[in-house]
């Protein structure tokens, strides 16, 4: 989901060399543990920096460990008219060449900063290697460097297809005219033998990713699997690229929900201009925060077919991001005292977000409020309350993304879509909790007198629809499957078969 933690930002160093804006994906709440106060946001992955040694320059590996999900890191130290410079590479989010900040290298310890994302390593040389200490946001994780780069895990992902495909494949691109023309590029798969075929756009959950929803850390690429398996049953589908992302053009930045809507609507026109698929037919498949984005397009758009929503809230945004936040730190192991109060921080940090609308005042409020706890002698947790904390939380609870999201109920849509509607969730999902999101939707639909719909809640799945046990976030790429073969089944059928 575009939902994602605080601390990633891979957005942030859009504009750094190299950097080819990867996945978000849909990751929330990733680094909640047991002492950090974390806000929750929707969505993606953390990209961390790194160190250097002593004297030696050249390049280092790395890898960061966090919730069981393993990140690479290669630094490349250089010297330069006697100042030290790093570079970072990411190579499971395929970031590469980002310019570290500063490099600053006494006697054996060596520290590297990335000032822009707020991230620090620093470590010392001994033995050949770097062993040192990981920092972002005042969250803190070990890290060694070695001279190694190891070998490159192997994984399997055998549901992702392989030539030759039994349908055409086609590079489509379309304009967004109301997001001043940007040109966004997708790819249109159609069944072979099946004439004026029905057709769904997929949308991507929360952060910049590419039309096939990739998930680099993790090697899945959901979206590619879905569509090939939609087209094999007879179904076309279009999926594209994130603005600014792969080959479309436009920015992430200071973008909402609401103009990535905007998106999907040039989408639908397009498909509106082909004269070989079903014009009246054209349905729209969400997952995560594409499950809000879907009905927002729905509630506009009476001509839209059909509508399934994956993992779709079904209620606040605030409510959301909570209920995310307290089934990680449970996962997680989180405390009962710890949890409550992070609990109580957020509910009152986005209760700031719905009733004040001025930006630089709320930014005020949220500052107030967080210096009152930390100066509070009664509080025991005052002493994560930093400067730095305080500073993120500003940062992230201000940004236009978040904060729409938080005042954003998807009812007030859901309550406008009269076209048929499938709407999933696991049992599992511990990003998008399935027992309050699909009552939500179920709600919002019958106020809008829709009797077109099915609502189920899919057994041992989590938010990727993955058969899995405990819908932890450390499963995810643990997991050799990308997509149940019964949630498929169950789309592909209501689409061709059961709608309405």
Same mark, same amino acid.
């Given at each position: 989901?575009?939902?994602?933690?605080?601390?990633?930002?891979?957005?942030?160093?859009?504009?750094?060399?190299?950097?080819?804006?990867?996945?978000?994906?849909?990751?929330?709440?990733?680094?909640?543990?047991?002492?950090?106060?974390?806000?929750?946001?929707?969505?993606?992955?953390?990209?961390?920096?790194?160190?250097?040694?002593?004297?030696?320059?050249?390049?280092?590996?790395?890898?960061?460990?966090?919730?069981?999900?393993?990140?690479?890191?290669?630094?490349?130290?250089?010297?330069?008219?006697?100042?030290?410079?790093?570079?970072?590479?990411?190579?499971?989010?395929?970031?590469?060449?980002?310019?570290?900040?500063?490099?600053?290298?006494?006697?054996?310890?060596?520290?590297?900063?990335?000032?822009?994302?707020?991230?620090?390593?620093?470590?010392?040389?001994?033995?050949?290697?770097?062993?040192?200490?990981?920092?972002?946001?005042?969250?803190?994780?070990?890290?060694?460097?070695?001279?190694?780069?190891?070998?490159?895990?192997?994984?399997?992902?055998?549901?992702?297809?392989?030539?030759?495909?039994?349908?055409?494949?086609?590079?489509?691109?379309?304009?967004?005219?109301?997001?001043?023309?940007?040109?966004?590029?997708?790819?249109?798969?159609?069944?072979?033998?099946?004439?004026?075929?029905?057709?769904?756009?997929?949308?991507?959950?929360?952060?910049?990713?590419?039309?096939?929803?990739?998930?680099?850390?993790?090697?899945?690429?959901?979206?590619?699997?879905?569509?090939?398996?939609?087209?094999?049953?007879?179904?076309?589908?279009?999926?594209?690229?994130?603005?600014?992302?792969?080959?479309?053009?436009? @920015?992430?930045?200071?973008?909402? @929900?609401?103009?990535?809507?905007?998106?999907?609507?040039?989408?639908?026109?397009?498909?509106?201009?082909?004269?070989?698929?079903?014009?009246?037919?054209?349905?729209?498949?969400?997952?995560?925060?594409?499950?809000?984005?879907?009905?927002?397009?729905?509630?506009?758009?009476?001509?839209?077919?059909?509508?399934?929503?994956?993992?779709?809230?079904?209620?606040?945004?605030?409510?959301?991001?909570?209920?995310?936040?307290?089934?990680?730190?449970?996962?997680?192991?989180?405390?009962?005292?710890?949890?409550?109060?992070?609990?109580?921080?957020?509910?009152?940090?986005?209760?700031?977000?719905?009733?004040?609308?001025?930006?630089?005042?709320?930014?005020?409020?949220?500052?107030?409020?967080?210096?009152?706890?930390?100066?509070?002698?009664?509080?025991?947790?005052?002493?994560?309350?930093?400067?730095?904390?305080?500073?993120?939380?500003?940062?992230?609870?201000?940004?236009?993304?978040?904060?729409?999201?938080?005042?954003?109920?998807?009812?007030?849509?859901?309550?406008?879509?009269?076209?048929?509607?499938?709407?999933?969730?696991?049992?599992?999902?511990?990003?998008?909790?399935?027992?309050?999101?699909?009552?939500?939707?179920?709600?919002?639909?019958?106020?809008?007198?829709?009797?077109?719909?099915?609502?189920?809640?899919?057994?041992?799945?989590?938010?990727?629809?993955?058969?899995?046990?405990?819908?932890?976030?450390?499963?995810?790429?643990?997991?050799?499957?990308?997509? @149940?073969?019964?949630?498929?089944?169950?789309?592909?059928?209501?689409?061709?078969?059961?709608?309405?």
């Amino acid at each position: 989901m575009r939902l994602q933690i605080i601390a990633s930002s891979l957005e942030e160093l859009i504009s750094e060399g190299g950097l080819n804006k990867p996945l978000k994906y849909k990751v929330m709440n990733r680094l909640l543990a047991k002492k950090w106060i974390i806000i929750s946001c929707m969505g993606i992955l953390l990209i961390p920096f790194g160190a250097s040694a002593q004297n030696l320059l050249g390049d280092w590996y790395g890898t960061l460990e966090v919730q069981g999900m393993k990140l690479r890191i290669v630094f490349h130290i250089q010297k330069d008219s006697g100042t030290y410079k790093t570079t970072m590479d990411s190579p499971d989010q395929g970031a590469k060449g980002i310019a570290c900040s500063a490099t600053k290298v006494e006697g054996n310890q060596l520290e590297i900063a990335l000032e822009k994302i707020k991230m620090r390593y620093a470590g010392q040389f001994t033995g050949g290697v770097i062993k040192g200490t990981f920092s972002q946001s005042g969250m803190e994780f070990p890290m060694v460097l070695s001279r190694e780069a190891g070998e490159e895990e192997v994984v399997r992902r055998p549901q992702e297809p392989a030539g030759p495909l039994p349908y055409s494949a086609e590079q489509v691109y379309f304009v967004n005219k109301s997001a001043g023309g940007i040109k966004l590029a997708g790819t249109l798969t159609i069944p072979k033998g099946v004439e004026h075929p029905k057709v769904v756009i997929l949308i991507s959950g929360s952060g910049p990713q590419n039309r096939d929803e990739e998930v680099k850390a993790f090697h899945h690429r959901p979206f590619l699997v879905w569509s090939d398996y939609l087209t094999r049953q007879g179904i076309a589908v279009l999926r594209f690229d994130d603005r600014g992302v792969g080959e479309s053009e436009g @920015s992430q930045e200071g973008a909402t @929900s609401a103009d990535f809507a905007t998106d999907v609507e040039s989408a639908v026109s397009y498909l509106r201009t082909r004269k070989d698929i079903g014009f009246s037919q054209i349905g729209l498949m969400g997952h995560s925060e594409g499950g809000l984005i879907a009905p927002m397009v729905a509630a506009k758009d009476q001509g839209i077919g059909f509508m399934v929503l994956l993992a779709g809230p079904g209620v606040a945004g605030d409510v959301v991001l909570r209920s995310q936040a307290n089934r990680i730190g449970e996962l997680s192991g989180g405390t009962k005292d710890v949890l409550e109060y992070n609990d109580r921080l957020r509910a009152k940090l986005y209760e700031l977000v719905k009733t004040e609308p001025d930006t630089g005042l709320l930014k005020n409020k949220i500052q107030e409020y967080l210096l009152s706890l930390r100066t509070n002698p009664n509080d025991q947790h005052a002493k994560e309350i930093t400067d730095k904390m305080i500073e993120t939380q500003v940062h992230a609870l201000c940004s236009p993304w978040l904060n729409y999201f938080i005042r954003t109920n998807p009812i007030d849509y859901l309550s406008k879509v009269h076209c048929p509607v499938l709407a999933l969730n696991g049992d599992k999902d511990s990003q998008v909790l399935s027992e309050m999101n699909l009552k939500g939707i179920k709600k919002g639909l019958q106020l809008a007198g829709n009797n077109h719909f099915r609502i189920e809640e899919m057994k041992d799945l989590n938010h990727l629809f993955q058969t899995c046990k405990t819908g932890g976030l450390e499963e995810y790429g643990k997991i050799e499957e990308t997509v @149940s073969p019964k949630a498929m089944e169950l789309v592909a059928d209501w689409i061709v078969n059961g709608r309405g």
